[in-house]
């Protein structure tokens, strides 16, 4: 690892791969960082793994991404494995973790493409042993093939909750039920946005698909379920809900939860840069320009780690960022980076098409956005929601202050599972707009750093300071 | 009612020089530009330590040091305050020896709050450290406090005895009015008799205001935090030869702080980090408690802090003006003089005279490039 590169890409999802492949093929210079042994992001997980399920089980989507790993295969691309990074400075130096030991780079651009966090699903229970999130067990199935065979509910909303029941069940997997908590509202809101997402109407086609799999393997499929309650003595035993006044309770030994993805805005929001709150998606956005270029000189963004938009819009942001930055470091003519941005971004709106649609019929149900007072919020420091609103009764006015008050936010997670709950709660409870609200200001490192990785930090200015201290002591 | 006392700052010292002024009878205004405890006084590493200052606070930190252990009395709260007690550790004979000689000089002014150690008994205070330490100085008085929980107690309590707290309310202009001053803010302009000003990092720019000249330099002392281990570690520990700083928890996570510097941007609220200097503190760690290097770090961030070229603080009334005066420049060791200060503070308004000695703590003693003169 050297001190200095031309272009360093954080993430290799599509987005991320997309723009390393894009920009090498400009003629630049191009590091890509990623934690996972292998590339493929959360999406395309194990897509080069000779273990994986085969395409029967996970879909013709996710074979998609084989075609990415193969034009990264054949760039010129140094793709960086088994890598963390755990802080990026605007002046792009990029801190990372890999054998032990932490590295320091300076790139002359940096595109990050960090992809999306499924968004916490917080309710009474929901830290029971036995409840996991949706995407945990999709890592499982694409890694290891594994799969539940009895006692499995999958409960929340959202197309990623359709298509994780449809690879169970073509895994061979059994489902209990299927507790849908999409609020019936969203059909109505959903509605006018049906003409828009007929442009596109692939993705409508899939999800029919995904629901006709689900009744023909006769998956008990509940609908506008509320009230939600994960209930067992030291491990989940069941889960409770109401639906149309009535209790009920499905038995269950594993709950997968899930009600969408939200951007993972750690390494933006680390960098200051500002993020505007998305009311439709009701996440943050870190801000950006239509070519993935920030207020930061030289730092791009690209995929759902700037705004949802799923695979195939991550890999055409991707495309964006990496001509977008090329031009900036000067390997690609501004003449040609305009024609082919032009191209890629005609593509791009005609495939963000049905996001309006997905968007409002998947808008997640309020009692997950603020959740009842004796829901734990803060999973790290065992914070409820009635504690942060008892915080807001004593003066507490936003999410830095919770920290102060009972340390939500302050352990290892670094608030990436409690951040947005706790802005949604004071919002609730202080009767104030999001924007005003705010978040948690992150602080570096982003993932944990143990300090022995830390104190063999390797850079070049380093090395000499390292020597006068050896001597000193 | 106009308030009869503007205290420009709600940090700790602020807070506390507007509580001992409500002790004793006025009804102070506190104007905070952010919220109380936004900075330095609320994500300071939590030190309250006599151990090893500089000989000029030395009366002052010992006074505080009485009213952290009866805390309650004062603000109905403990402020976490725990008496775990601080060391300081010679890893050297030679750094030993020196710390024999300040223990000594110390003892000539009158003050034995300092113990020397050997290294057996350092051990056995702090049976976690590396066997290569030679000594210390052990203040067994000494110990922690939680920050911000103690700026919200102070906070509370000046509330409660009638002062009051404008939070989101910057200064942009200070005036003299007849028999006194105008404050003008972002929220509209306030009048009062006195003007005190404990503005942190930003209380060079205060004093310039007024008329006085202080050489402030905001810095950034950064501070990490680690997951949480088992209990190994009771005291504060601090070192005589390296920078640090270095106490776990009662929930178990250890702080490691202690004065590497970050760059602090205090115009716009921001901090940078300078993981060169955080290696440096990782480097140190390791080198005198090598079990822990596998201990992950969870969270890293420094505060804006108030420097003076001489490392310890401004206190005191103006030399520009009458009924003004000067609480600022605490130099990353404020935290412990809060109680104290404030109640100097306060004696200065009510009466003009001070209990304590804080002749070196003077605007004054600084050369005002501008003009020359001193």
């Known amino acids: 690892m050297t001190g200095r590169v031309q272009l360093a890409v954080i993430g290799a999802g599509p987005a991320g791969m997309a723009a390393a492949v894009e920009a090498a093929n400009c003629g630049a210079s191009v590091v890509l960082i990623d934690e996972q042994p292998a590339p493929g992001g959360q999406i395309y997980r194990a897509i080069t793994s000779a273990a994986r399920p085969g395409k029967a089980i996970l879909g013709d989507d996710y074979e998609n991404g084989a075609k990415l790993t193969d034009t990264l295969a054949a760039s010129t691309v140094d793709h960086w494995t088994a890598t963390t990074v755990w802080q990026v400075t605007p002046e792009r130096e990029i801190y990372m973790t890999r054998d032990g030991a932490s590295h320091r780079i300076t790139a002359d651009a940096i595109v990050i493409a960090n992809g999306a966090t499924e968004r916490p699903m917080p309710f009474p229970g929901w830290t029971l042993p036995g409840v996991m999130t949706a995407g945990a067990g999709q890592i499982l199935l694409k890694t290891a093939g594994l799969v539940p065979q009895a006692g499995l509910v999958l409960a929340g909303s959202g197309p990623l909750l359709f298509l994780i029941a449809a690879q169970y069940l073509r895994a061979g997997g059994a489902i209990e039920a299927l507790v849908e908590t999409t609020p019936r509202s969203n059909y109505r809101t959903a509605l006018r946005h049906l003409p828009g997402a007929l442009r596109t109407p692939g993705y409508l086609r899939k999800g029919l698909g995904l629901l006709a799999e689900l009744r023909k393997h006769k998956v008990r499929h509940v609908k506008t379920a509320t009230r939600l309650q994960a209930v067992g003595d030291g491990r989940l035993q069941a889960l409770r809900f109401s639906r149309a006044g009535r209790q009920h309770e499905i038995a269950c030994t594993t709950l997968m939860l899930h009600i969408g993805v939200v951007p993972n805005v750690q390494i933006t929001r680390a960098l200051n840069l500002p993020h505007d709150w998305d009311a439709l998606q009701r996440c943050w956005r870190p801000r950006r320009d239509a070519d993935g270029a920030t207020e930061l000189d030289g730092i791009f963004l690209a995929g759902d780690g700037a705004g949802i938009g799923g695979a195939v819009v991550a890999e055409l942001e991707g495309r964006i960022a990496g001509l977008a930055s090329a031009r900036a470091l000067g390997t690609l003519e501004t003449g040609k980076a305009e024609a082919r941005l032009a191209a890629e971004r005609s593509r791009l709106a005609q495939e963000m098409a049905p996001r309006p649609f997905l968007d409002a019929l998947y808008a997640p149900s309020p009692e997950f956005l603020a959740p009842p007072d004796d829901t734990i919020v803060c999973r790290c420091e065992e914070v409820t929601a009635g504690q942060i609103r008892s915080y807001v009764g004593l003066g507490c006015i936003g999410p830095n202050q919770t920290k102060s008050f009972g340390r939500s936010g302050m352990g290892p997670c670094q608030g990436r599972l409690c951040g947005l709950t706790v802005s949604e709660i004071i919002a609730s409870e202080t009767a104030r707009p999001m924007a005003e609200v705010g978040y948690y200001r992150i602080r570096p490192p982003i993932k944990p750093v143990t300090l022995g990785e830390l104190a063999a930090l390797h850079d070049d200015q380093a090395a000499a300071a390292d020597r006068s201290l050896e001597n000193a002591s | ?374």
């Open chain 2, 1 to 374: 009612m106009h308030p009869d006392v503007i205290i420009i700052g709600g940090g700790l010292h602020g807070l506390s020089a507007a509580l001992h002024l409500c002790r004793a009878g006025f009804r102070p205004l506190v104007l905070e530009k952010d919220y109380p405890g936004r900075h330095a006084s609320g994500v300071n590493a939590g030190g309250v330590r006599r151990l090893g200052r500089h000989f000029a606070e030395v009366p002052l930190s010992v006074e505080a040091l009485e009213l952290w252990h009866q805390m309650p009395d004062l603000v109905d709260d403990d402020c976490g305050f725990s008496p775990c007690g601080q060391m300081l550790i010679a890893e050297t004979d030679k750094e030993l020896a020196g710390l024999k000689s300040r223990v000594r000089d110390l003892a000539k002014l009158g003050f034995d709050h300092e113990k020397i150690v050997d290294a057996r008994q350092l051990r056995s205070i702090v049976p976690a450290l590396s066997a290569h330490c030679a000594g210390g100085i052990w203040c067994a008085e000494d110990g922690a406090a939680n920050p911000y929980r103690t700026v919200s107690a102070f906070h509370r309590k000046v509330l409660a005895s009638g002062g009051r707290v404008e939070a989101e309310t910057a200064v942009t202009g200070i005036k003299r009015a007849a028999g006194g001053w105008i404050v003008e803010t972002t929220r509209g302009s306030h009048q009062a008799a006195v003007l005190v000003n404990t503005a942190g990092a930003w209380g060079g720019k205060v004093a310039q205001m007024i008329g006085d000249f202080a050489p402030v330099d905001p810095q950034a002392p950064m501070l990490m935090i680690t997951e949480r281990i088992e209990p190994f570690l009771t005291p504060v520990v601090g070192s005589a030869g390296r920078v640090l700083s270095f106490k776990q928890f009662d929930n178990g996570t250890v702080l490691i702080g202690g004065g590497h510097r970050g760059r602090a941007v205090p115009d716009d609220n921001i901090t940078a980090l300078d993981f060169t200097g955080l290696r440096t503190s990782a480097q140190t760690v390791r080198a005198l408690f090598p079990q822990l290097a596998g201990l992950r770090i969870v969270r890293a961030w420094a505060g804006i802090e108030a420097v003076m070229p001489d490392a310890i603080p401004v206190i005191g009334p103006s030399v520009a003006e009458d009924n003004a005066f000067h609480a600022f420049g605490f130099s990353a060791h404020g935290f412990q003089l809060g109680p104290i200060v404030g109640r100097l503070i306060a004696e200065l308004v009510d009466t003009g005279a001070c209990s304590l000695p804080i002749e070196p703590f003077r605007i004054n003693r600084f050369n005002d490039p501008a003009t020359g003169l001193s």
